[in-house]
């Protein structure tokens, strides 16, 4: 029977315990081992260990009147909710090498989301990206860096996984209660429009630590029932539903921001979802300050960084001119412009033109073109962006398009392991999440019997999990009691384990192991190194072929033939996702090359000094380095997929019946494996620093948020001068650039290591000054094809001014350091002392010129 209403009857929290509930509603906690601690004194047998807030309240009232008269007990609750709060208003990071927030720093930064994975206890996400989200924050807690998180609040929260008999997949949905979850509801009334319908919207903020996190929610009284159901559940319903949500995030996040008074500096949109804030701070400008709408672009754009992570076209935001008209015609008309431009800011080359029938307003295109900064998530995936919008840039060559890269990081304590967490603070240091990789090469003194003991540790209470879990995935399947009863004793703790556990799309390709069952079964069932696989991950809703692909784990894990060797657990969520990151031995990821943008979960494993075994994707291919693990051979070059597919599986057999499997069985006099301990040090010495979150949060503080911030602050000055210059200069240099080119090269002959050779260009300027352009030389070593291989750029110097026709003469001098073929070419971009080079991009002069040598 279908409860319609849910309802939660909380127990009493006694005055006295009040610091466990301030501990609990701090999600920024959940990582601390002595608020763990306490509350595993709260009840040392509850299945919500990592969720405070329930763990309190699944808690026998008897229990908590007892410990409210324990008078140690309610002091040592009082004193570390004393000292975290101290903890979390200490300066740190930011405040050290930044210094004072108002003092020309970032001021604000704003995050916009459409999912944030903080902790299981607020299940707003749905995968990696919320994860990310989520991380980021918590890091950015930790640094100290002023941030506040934007997202929603979904009543239904993201799809709960059940498996029917068959093992095909079904999506429970479980209502969520958000006064019983670490939420506050804020006293603000934001407004949206929704197609001409006012909005209402309440708000929710959860802590993590000093950073705040609000939810916007629809679910209020006086909406509309068609309203109301806005904040329902993550990715549901269409692409009406969809856009509602986002001008509620987008929209209401900006509004949200200035009714609290915030003025944030950066507004960082994570993925296309996030990007009509853009559109709320274009329109707010155009009204308050009358300014045009171009110039408004230009005001906000330097402020708005923007994030990719979506490395395939079909999964962008498109939404259909029909729509936009719907709910963007009010904004056109007090931004004083039509839809028309609205539809041109997120136009894809290629398609329908903005104005024609069957135009799409890409999030992703208008995102990229209204924000000052772009990003992919790993240098790969910055590169595959590159050649995925090099389009939006028709002029510019593909390495150059302006996006660059951060990789992605997680948050170290939320995932490693007790043991690891306590290692780590003895040999790296207490601050280990934050350490730089000369505190981290510490890690080499670690012996191999303490990494193998709390391998072993790991392993062993993953085994009591899968267990556990996977007897209550049978029954919740269905299965009687006595049916289920083999899960009491599947998997072996002394036993190789590998884990494959992420969201079971095709591209992700889950049964790359099962290809070969002949060759599986053997590597299982081996009586000398036998090998056991946990799997676990959701297809999405409306994913069928990934729920075919399931289907196939979940049946050969419920087969009495391979039951004992092979589980699948079901939900995977954070909860499922920490247990899996410390217990496995290999962390198996199978994508297809390129279509994993980063891939958090292995970073997440080698923190616990867990190996990848891994496509060269995402973060694997630029950390991958022989000794941290193992690179899965990728047959890029073979056209069918099946082919390529089969390819791939009989490189991963053979890499784990020839190389991983014996290097874990091959042990010592006592009993420890000596190479995958020294390679586990070395997973934990090069990768631990990098997959820190903390590294991508510094990282985007240095070369993306604080230089947004003052290029910002410049445009804004006096009443936004420059932007509205801007607006004067491109439509000039757009006017005159068809006129700019390059007239001819003269060079001298160069032929000796280290001797200079001058190279002058003539460049035809139109009507542009001289000083208006910059002449580029770019050289470097030539390869096939006559391409440079890693071009340099030298700026050449103005010789001679304006000769017959406006040409001007420029130059430069090049000096190879050793012998080869080399070789250049000369560009002319825009110059502007405001603009950064990638904001000039649309402008690039090349020319075919004359090139001549002088002897
Ligand atoms: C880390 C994590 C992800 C993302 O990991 P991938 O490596 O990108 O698959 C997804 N879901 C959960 C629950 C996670 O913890």
Known sequence: MRADHIYSVATRLPEALAPLRDIAMDLGTGGDERARDLFRRVDPDSRHADDFLKLLARVPQERLDELAVDPTFVAAATTLRDDLARLRDAPRWYQLEHGDPGNNGLGLVAYFSLEFGVAEGLPVYSGGLGILAGDHLKAAADLGVPIVGIGLFYHYGYLQQSLDRSGWQRELTRQLNPHALALTLLDVDVVVDLAGIPTHLRVWRAEIGRVQLYLLDADVDGNGPAERAVSDRLYGGDAEHRIRQEIVLGVGGVRLLDHLGLVASVFHMNEGHAAFSALERIRKLVVTTGMTFDEAIEATRPSQLFTTHTPVPAGIDRFPRELIEKYFTSWADECKVDVDRLMELGHEPGTAAPSEEGAVLNLAAMGLRLAGGANGVSQLHGEVSREMFAPLWPEVPTEEVPIGAVTNGVHGRTWVSREIGDLLDRVVGTDWPEARPDAWARVDEITDEELWALRRVNRERLVTYARRRAKEGLLARGMSEAEAAWADDVLDPSVFTIVFARRFAPYKRATMLLHDRERLRSLLFSKKRPVQVVFAGKAHPADDPGKHLLREVVELASSVEWRNRLVFLDDYDIGVARMLVRGA??????PVRRLEACGTSGMKAALNGVLNCSILDGWWDELFDGDVGWAVPSAE??????????????????????????????????????????????????????????????????????????????????????????????ARIAAAWHDVHVVGITHEEQSHVGTPQRVWAEVALGALDPDEVQVQLWHGRVEAGDQIHDPQLTVMQLESASGPANVARFVASLSAAEQGSFGFTVRVVPSHPQLRDDVLAPFVAHGTPQVSCID
């Not at 031995?585 to 199978?590: I, K, M």
């Not at 019946?657 to 995958?676: C, K, L, M, N, S």
């Not at 301990?677 to 010495?685: D, E």
Request: contains cysteine.
């Open 585 to 590: 031995d290999l962390w198996l990821n199978t």
């Open 637 to 730: 070059w073979v056209e069918n997929p099946e082919e390529r597919n089969a390819i791939e599986a009989r490189g991963l057999l053979t890499l784990l019946e020839h190389q991983i499997v014996p290097t874990f069985y091959e042990r010592d006099a006592d009993g420890v494996p000596v190479e995958w301990t020294r390679r586990m040090r070395a997973c934990l010495s090069t990768l631990g620093p990098a997959v820190s979150a903390s590294r991508m949060v510094r990282d985007y503080v240095d070369d993306w948020y604080l230089p947004a911030a003052h290029r910002s602050r410049r445009l804004a000055q006096d009443d936004y001068a420059a932007a509205r210059e801007l607006v004067q200069w491109r």
